[in-house]
């Protein structure tokens, strides 16, 4: 068994977590059974850096690892639904707090990524460099709760403070006689959505 190297609790479901391990699996644990886990999933090559639950969607988490890659998954499947490629071992990923299809990824290279699946499935919308990729790694990223800002910290302990271009937040625009729906309910929706796609393209086994 490998050493636990991060954890999170179930936004929603609280005697429910993950734990990712330097072997790169992933185990979703119950504190009602601490003698065995509910599922395994063989999720990276390497030591998971960070596993991380969606905000709004009560099936999806997110994973990092040294291996390079970010992973998005259902847990009810024992198959990730995104895999992306960062060219860098990657120390921490983010959810945005005020949208279910954005995140933030840091790499050990220097540079933030941030995503958002409705805009771009496939690949970052920016990549930012932060720091002097020789001198310092970049370990830690979170979102502000409130404003659009992003905080990245490296391995030297400094911190950074990114504002977020506001391309990089855009809100759905309303149409004519039309109100934009906003809310939970419509930021799973969104995701969901995404989701399906997805899996109607997954061959049945």
Known sequence: ???????????????????????????????????????????????????????????????????????????????PMFIYDLNSAVGDVAWAPYSSTVFAAVTTNGKTHVFDLSINKYEAICNQPVVAKKKNKITHVQFNPIHPIIIVGDDRGHVTCLKLSPNLRKMPKEKKGQEVQKGPAVEIAKLDKLLNLVREVKPKV
């Open 1 to 79: 068994m490998g050493c636990g190297t991060a954890f999170d609790f179930h936004k929603e479901i609280d005697y429910m977590f993950l734990v990712g391990t330097e072997e790169g699996k992933i185990y979703k644990c119950s504190k009602s059974y601490s003698s065995q886990f509910l599922d395994t999933y063989d999720a990276h090559n390497m030591a998971v850096d960070a596993v991380s639950w969606n905000p709004y969607h009560t099936k999806v988490f997110m994973s990092c690892s040294s291996d390079w890659t970010v992973k998005i998954w259902d847990h009810t499947i024992k198959t």
